[in-house]
């Protein structure tokens, strides 16, 4: 016969009895807690396994390797913003020597560097830089090269600045390295200079469809008359360099790194605008920056990548009076040619612009005129021309001396 427990004052209360689904439920709470204090069980035992592995040499060296690879990333990062706290990050955290042979082997070959901001680096003026410019250009084979080719592999390495004194600079280490590499072409380093600059112009004349007139052989070497110490060039050599850019121009590298993106980073000047529109003849509302000589234009100011990028070289800007809206300013080529603009259409296609002018309203008379003065500073002259005169009037003076 079975013994029923009693309330007593050993035992205490006897625990009331549950009903089914309650205690049906408890045993599936037990069943639970037994199998999660199995596992934490089972994970101890993987954790003592494996602490040992945690604590090794290799593993640790294998940690240290990815904290490296995380700040070397970061560095990459910032020099494609600002190239001189890039180098200044990585130089700081032991990952680059401040050195210019080191830092111009990792212009040259690391990847995801933005083209640009090797450019801008390239062309400062101070010792290390022009030490590191000097290496840099070093780097590059151009024996048994012919102009042509030798600046193809150049310029596709990085992206020429746009102020005169940078590109001088970088043109003249070019000049100087390919006469080092093939002794006799040239007489002279100018030589080689001029006949460089003229090459870039000829493949913009070239290949700009805004520019109309196009220059023939006989043109290009009258341009080139007397540049070798007073001396002409042989013909041949002017024939194949002329036809080689006009069968191919020169690539324009593409660059790494959300490009764009860095170009909005810091602008010169960004603020809402009213537009003409070149066909249809509106007012519309945009999103304008400015920056590296360029002015873009946004539908919003959320949106990543400008519906149109009008380059301001070699254009003028005015007050303009408008009957249908007031504080109005232009853009317009003093020659009176087509902008070379270019702008997306509905279906994301890149069309170039046909704008002979662009017109545009500001919020008020002050505005207005910020905007016109903060488009005159932005605005370049080819600086190619002005270079290019300069050492032509070095080369007579020599000669003629």
Known sequence: ??????????????????????????????????????????????????????????????????????????????????????????????????????????????????????????????????????????????????????????????????????????????????????????????????????????????????????PSLQRFVSMNRGINNGKDLPTELLTKLYASIRSEPFKIPVDDGNDLTLTFFNPDREAWLLKMGGRVKTWKRRWFILTDSCLYYFEYTTDKDPIGIIPLENLCVRKLQDTSKPYCLELYNAKGQKIKACKTENKGRVVQGKHQSYKLSAASAEERDAWIEAIRASITKDPFYDLVSLRKRKVISNTSS
């Open 1 to 214: 016969m079975a013994i029923r427990r009693k309330d007593s004052f050993l035992w205490g209360k006897v625990p009331p009895k549950l009903p089914p689904g309650e205690k049906r439920q408890g045993d599936t709470i037990k069943i639970h807690k037994f199998e999660l204090l199995d596992d934490i069980q089972k994970l101890r035992l993987e954790i003592d396994h494996i602490m040992p592995e945690i604590h090794s040499p290799e593993m640790k060296e294998q940690n240290k390797n990815d904290v490296k690879n995380r700040r070397f990333l970061r560095g990459k990062k910032k020099f494609n913003m600002d190239p001189k706290k890039g180098v200044h990050y990585l130089v700081e955290n032991d990952l680059l020597e401040w050195r210019a042979e080191s830092v111009a082997e990792f212009l040259y070959k690391e990847d995801g560097l933005n083209k640009t901001a090797i450019g801008n680096f390239l062309g400062e003026r101070e010792e290390m830089h022009l030490q590191t410019l000097k290496a840099f250009v070093g780097l590059h084979e151009f024996s048994d090269l012919n102009l042509v080719q030798a600046l193809r592999q150049f310029l596709w390495s990085f992206r020429l600045p746009g102020e005169a004194q940078k590109i001088d600079r970088m043109m003249e280490a070019f000049a100087t390295r390919y006469c080092d590499c093939n002794p006799g072409v040239f007489q002279s380093t100018d030589t080689c200079y001029i006949l460089s600059f003229a090459i870039i112009m000829l493949n913009t004349s070239l290949h700009n469809p805004n520019v109309k007139d196009k």
